[in-house]
């Protein structure tokens, strides 16, 4: 079985996808964490990230591996723990030179199959419904208004230490989904088959549960 599930930043798709995991005991799969490493292992190692030949290769060369156990996520690249890394809003500001290219992306979207061959999968990202598993056998879009959004990125990074003023968060969001809805390939769209969920108003636990409802009556 895999599940697919796209959005925006901030729609709550990371925390749905592996509360749905846990529940299904199914494989989380965090895309945007392949398109994160990616970007930081370049910026780390000195690949300029607009060298779209050069970045190829590195990804070519590069070993990246999720792993999850006790509920948590560690993302490894040749073997180094890059999991508080990629979340770096540094590296979130630049992901996009990386996610626009189509030569990367078929290396990911190969990459993010093959997570599927192993087994049963909740898939997360911009283009899990569309590109990656257009045969999913559930699609879900969630979405919420930029405002929600940008608060709920505020208090993670709150949590996590890190003080960003929410007017800076809000503008990064809109600035995030523009470029991730108008880039050629692959853009953030909702499937035509995919169920829309406006998160905007929901607690996690209700988006979890609505998705399960809508899992369950699906697998009747
Ligand atoms: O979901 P996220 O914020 O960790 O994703 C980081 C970036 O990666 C985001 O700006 C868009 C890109 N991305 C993508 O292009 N395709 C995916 N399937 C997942 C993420």
Known sequence: MIIAIDGPAGSGKSTIARRLAERLRLTYLDS??????????????GVDLGDVPAVVKFLEALD?????????????????????????????????????????????VAHQRAFGKRGDLVAEGRDMGTVVFPNADFKFYLDAGA???????????????????????????EQRDRTDMERKVAPLKRAEDATVVDTSDMTIDEVVEHVMERIEKGRK
């Open 147 to 173: 405002d929600v959004r940008a608060q709920r990125r505020h208090r993670e990074l709150r949590e996590k230490g890190m003080e960003v003023p929410l007017e800076q968060l809000r503008k990064e969001i």
């Open 64 to 108: 990246i591996d999720l792993q999850y156990a006790a509920g948590r996520q560690r993302v490894l690249a040749n073997g180094r723990d890059i999991t508080a890394e990629i979340r770096d809003p540094a590296v979130t500001r630049q992901v996009y030179y990386v996610a626009k290219e189509p030569a990367v992306r078929k290396e990911m």
């Open 32 to 45: 945007g964490a392949l398109y994160r490493a990616l970007t930081y292992m370049c910026m780390r190692d």
